[in-house]
């Protein structure tokens, strides 16, 4: 089994920043993707940022293109995405997933049918 962990939410005023973690444990497995995906009260899933380990590439959703950046560890082991300028709508259950699929022109990594591993979520609050 793979296991996905999140930490580093809490609650933050707006135009704050904070910083989440992202890593895994269990079984070894052939890691192609972590991507960073969001659910607001009432909202569907949202697609936040993803790191493709093949290419080194970065996403990042449309309403956070500037804002957030991802970086990892020296050992590669955790990923962290980095929100600076936060927002009230950037408030949010934040969930980090793990993929062992190749990302395809049909299934890209801001897809969250692409992952195969979900953690359980950590809470961003944004008050203003």
């Known amino acids: 089994q793979v296991q996905v962990a999140e930490t580093g939410g809490g609650a933050v005023q707006a135009g704050g920043s904070l910083t989440l973690a992202c890593t895994t444990s269990g079984r070894t497995f052939r890691r192609t993707v972590m991507g960073w995906f969001r659910r607001a009260p009432g909202k569907e899933r949202e697609f936040v940022a993803a790191?493709?380990?093949?290419?080194?590439?970065?996403h990042f959703g449309d309403a956070v293109k500037g804002r957030f950046a991802l970086s990892r560890d020296s050992a590669d082991k955790t990923l962290f995405l980095q929100m600076n300028t936060l927002r009230r709508e950037d408030a949010a259950v934040y969930y980090c997933a793990a993929s062992e699929r190749e990302p395809a022109w049909y299934l890209t990594a801001t897809n969250s049918r692409l992952y195969n591993y979900w953690g359980q979520g950590t809470q961003v609050t944004v008050s203003s």
């Open positions: 790191y493709r380990y093949t290419d080194g590439i970065s």
